[in-house]
């Protein structure tokens, strides 16, 4: 969370001074003073941008291993349980992908929209959206594997329990959520393949939108079908 805060906050620095000039300009000390604190001095000089991009690069290279922690530990919650469907080694750089999957979907909803509203096209250009929807490709392919690989090492575990719970996701009464992960997650981000595809704005959209309702059924299908049925003779 501190990461976080600091990385969002170094970022809006230069913006900050630039609202404390222009209220300064119209004559408003008071936003002017309190805008100056948060800008910390900051005066465009070579010095304090050279200061700005290191202090950026820093923070950026701190929160990189901290989403690779941060979700092995979260997968970890599930995966230390003896429970069929949770007990998986598989569980944390799948979680790490999944997390990386839904993210770059869930930025793509929201900054395309005000990409949009607020003119922003020579900023946020193709180049960056066309990367986008290629780690998306590809993070999605990686849970697409780690969805297979379950069944796999169900399968050759041996452990009849593990076997039902993945067989019961697929054929049983919630055989609609599973399906509807599958098909959001791993066969809809294909057609990123496609440059067609990824050039067209509309298209983008609605695919992060499928990306960010298949991640809420994965998160169904994880808990739900796992324990909605118990083992007992």
């Excluded at 309190?34 to 900051?42: E, N, P, Q, S, V």
């Excluded at 901290?66 to 750089?93: E, K, N, Q, R, Y």
């Excluded at 050759?156 to 919630?174: C, D, K, L, M, W």
Aim: with cysteine; hydrophobic share 50%; net charge positive.
């Amino acid at each position: 969370g501190t990461v976080s805060v600091l990385f969002w906050y170094v970022g809006l620095i230069p913006d900050l001074a630039v609202l404390r000039d222009r209220f300064f300009a119209a004559g408003n000390r008071v936003r002017a003073t309190l805008y100056g604190l948060f800008a910390m001095g900051w005066r465009g000089s070579n010095r304090h941008w050279s200061n700005y991009e290191m202090a950026y690069l820093i923070l950026a290279g701190i929160s990189t291993p901290l989403v690779l922690s941060v979700h092995t530990i979260v997968s970890f919650d599930f995966a230390v349980s003896l429970l069929p469907g949770w007990h998986t080694t598989i569980f944390p750089p799948y979680f790490v992908a999944g997390a990386i999957f839904s993210g770059f979907g869930m930025v793509l909803t929201l900054m395309l929209p005000l990409r949009a509203v607020y003119k922003l096209e020579d900023l946020i250009t193709q180049y960056h959206i066309d990367c986008m929807c290629k780690v998306t490709l590809a993070t999605g392919t990686i849970v697409g594997y780690a969805y297979g690989m379950e069944f796999f090492i169900a399968w050759y575990s041996g452990v009849e329990a593990e076997q039902y719970a993945f067989i019961n996701r697929a054929t049983g009464p919630y055989w609609w959520a599973y399906w509807s992960m599958m098909t959001c997650n791993v066969i809809s981000p294909q057609l990123f393949w496609f440059k067609k595809i990824r050039t067209s704005i509309v298209a983008t959209f609605l695919l992060s939108l499928v990306v960010n309702i298949g991640m809420w059924f994965e998160r169904f299908v994880i808990i739900v079908t796992s324990l909605h049925r118990d083992y007992l003779p």
